[in-house]
């Protein structure tokens, strides 16, 4: 069974169109991200989810948006899309619920989603 | 704001010989440490994850020790094997949930 599960793939698209790429987990975990992978292999977080709410939103154009539907789910919808937003997206999940005993923080990542904008 | 550093950014060394990779973090206020494996086109393997009260961890043959007071850590792999080959990444975890990673650290491994 998969823990941490990115659909679709890969995904190419043309500039303009509107695209979203969904997350699963199946760990329980309370906490959710989407981090960027650019060209130079940097990873950069874009949002975190605790609970359903927003809890980290990084200096990221408005054309992202994420929704989470319930715990464990995270999708990133992504509107107009442009070149520079060709890269690998990583969804991860961590338990925090910090201050709990066997809670360690460690995020889980799926195996990405490479997005290509032509 | 957190700014972690790996050093040094490529590695290659003959099988048999030791690894030794260093992650350096300016915000000594963390939660954990967690060290990653990518492979080329794939996902992020977590390897070991080190909490803020913690010195080291280890798993087989890697160790990873922590020294949060400098802001370092440094991952140890024994007797490399060229299945090691692959980028090895540092986070560090901060109090207020973001993770900030390091650019890692290319490793090849020779037969």
């Known amino acids: 069974d998969t823990a941490v599960s990115q659909t679709p793939k890969y995904l190419v698209t043309q500039m303009g169109n509107d695209k979203s790429i969904k997350c699963e987990q199946n760990l329980g975990h309370d906490t959710m991200y989407w981090y960027k992978q650019d060209s130079k292999k940097f990873l950069k977080i874009m949002f975190s989810?605790?609970?359903?709410?927003?809890?980290i939103n990084e200096t990221v154009p408005n054309r992202f948006s994420p929704k989470s539907p319930d715990k464990a789910h995270l999708n990133l919808h992504i509107n107009s899309l442009e070149l520079g937003d060709s890269a690998v997206y990583f969804c991860?999940?961590?338990?925090?619920?910090?201050?709990?005993?066997?809670?360690?923080?460690?995020?889980?990542f799926g195996e990405g989603s490479r997005l290509t904008v032509l | 704001k957190q700014e972690v550093t790996q050093i040094p950014a490529a590695l290659s060394v003959p099988e048999g010989e030791n690894l030794v990779l260093n992650c350096s973090f300016t915000d000594s206020a963390i939660y954990n440490l967690q060290w990653f494996r990518q492979d080329p086109g794939k996902g992020l393997t977590s390897l070991l994850l080190?909490?803020?009260?913690?010195r080291e961890q280890t798993s087989g043959r890697l160790n990873a020790s922590l020294d949060k007071s400098s802001g370092r850590s440094t991952l140890y792999i024994a007797a490399s094997q060229p299945g090691d080959s692959a980028t090895y990444l540092c986070a560090v975890h901060a109090n207020d949930y973001k993770l900030s990673f390091g650019a890692g650290t290319t490793v090849t491994v020779r037969a």
């Open positions: 991860a999940s961590s338990q925090e619920a910090r201050g709990l005993r066997g809670n360690t923080g460690e995020l889980f």
């Open positions: 989810y605790n609970n359903k709410e927003l809890i």
């Open positions: 080190i909490q803020s009260s913690q």
